[in-house]
Each structure stands twice: as C-alpha cells, then as structure tokens.
C-alpha cells in the first residue's frame, strides 16, 4: 500500500518548505530521556530531518529513523555524520522495519497522515511494539482543519483510535516549547500497548 501522498513531502524538502521542522530536540524529549529507563529499541517513524536520532543514540538507545522522502534522508544524513546509518528510506506501511520495538516515537507523523489512515497507523504500530512497549512523542490536538497537520479531536477521540492502548502519561507543552504551528495543542503521551 502506497500510504500517503510521497510527492507531496518531497517537494517540500526540496523547496525547503518545512514549516513543521524544530531544528533540534523538543526540550520534552531531553527530560523524558534524562529520566531513569532502562534503553531500549526506538524506532522513529516519518523522521523528517531526524534531530531524535541523536539524542537517542547519546542516551544508548538503539535507534532507527526512517522517512518516504529521499529528500529528507538525504538531508538527515548529512546532517547526522557519523550516525547516517542510523536513517533509512522506507515506507511506514508497506516496508519492512523488524519489530519489537520498546519505544516508537512519535512527532508530527500522525498528524501528517490523512485521518482516514490513522486506524491503520495505530494497527502498525502494534505490529512493530513488543507487548508492554510505548508508543511516546509530541501528540497534536485541535479543531479540525484542512491539515495536514491533521489534529486528534481530543482525548476521548485518542482513546478510542488507540485501542489496545493504555494511556500513562499525558502531559501538556509548554507554547515556548512549541513552534507556532503547533502552540498551545501539543501534549507529550506515552501510550503503552497491552498486547495482542
Ligand atoms: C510533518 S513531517 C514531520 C517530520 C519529523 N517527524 C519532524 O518532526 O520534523 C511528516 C513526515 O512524515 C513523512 N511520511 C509521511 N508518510 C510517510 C510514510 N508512509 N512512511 C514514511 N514517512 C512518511 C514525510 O515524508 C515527512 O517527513
């Protein structure tokens, strides 16, 4: 299954018309990654640009990124260096990317797919976790707009999308932390999937 629409985000990384971009790690991440867990596996779906990638190396998580864009591999590759091999080319849906992953993260993926793919995001991502694994990241929330960005409706609306799931973390982001695009509807959650 070819996903979502490819031509269209490779173009943007082209042009450089990257309004989603942060240009670095989300302060939330550094702290949730400062936290006492034991590393794991991550895997980073729709990785853009890739900027998790080291901050999960340097806290010895075993780290794979990947996106659909040539582009945007390209470009995280030469900005990672020494990690490049730590991103990869792939497509969510239709390729392979092993399994077993204690954490996906997550940071403006969903919200990029159109809605009526998001139960087929949220079947992926149980394929891809281990049993009591996490999906975590930075949720986008809102009204409903022509997006993407494509925001969850709200918490109930989450709830019912991740079935399977427990929620164990929700957390609001601070609008200085956010990039205008997203302020004030972003929430860090870790949803931690129960098993098939
Ligand atoms: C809004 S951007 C976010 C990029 C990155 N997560 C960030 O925070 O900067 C959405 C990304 O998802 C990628 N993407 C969309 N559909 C995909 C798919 N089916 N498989 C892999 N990547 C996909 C796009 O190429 C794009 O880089």
């Known amino acids: 299954m070819r996903s979502s629409n490819q031509e269209f985000w490779e173009k943007r990384y082209l042009d450089k018309t990257t309004p989603w971009d942060f240009r670095g790690v989300p302060p939330i991440l550094t702290t949730y990654l400062q936290r006492d867990h034991t590393p794991g596996s991550v895997l ?37 260096g020494p990690l490049a091999h730590l991103v990869r080319h792939a497509d969510f849906f239709a390729d392979e990317l092993g399994g077993s992953y ?10 990029a797919l159109a809605p009526k793919l998001w ?3 949220v079947e992926r991502i149980r394929q891809l976790l281990r049993p009591g694994g ?7 929330y809102g009204e409903e707009e022509d997006g993407p960005p494509n925001p ?43 098993g098939k």
């Open 152 to 194: 969850l409706a709200n918490l109930t609306m989450a709830r019912n999308l991740f079935t399977g799931f427990e929620l164990i973390v929700d957390e609001p982001i601070p609008a200085t932390d956010s990039l205008p695009l997203f302020a004030n509807r972003e929430r860090w959650q870790e949803w931690r999937y129960l």
């Open 44 to 80: 980073i779906p729709g990785c853009g640009l890739g900027y998790e990638v080291t901050a999960f190396h340097a806290a010895r998580w075993q780290t794979l990124a990947f996106d659909f864009s040539p582009a945007a591999v390209e470009q995280a590759k030469e900005k990672l």
């Open 119 to 121: 139960p087929n995001y």
């Open 102 to 111: 204690d954490i996906i993260y997550e940071r403006t993926f969903l919200c």
């Open 134 to 140: 996490v999906l975590a990241g930075l949720f986008f």
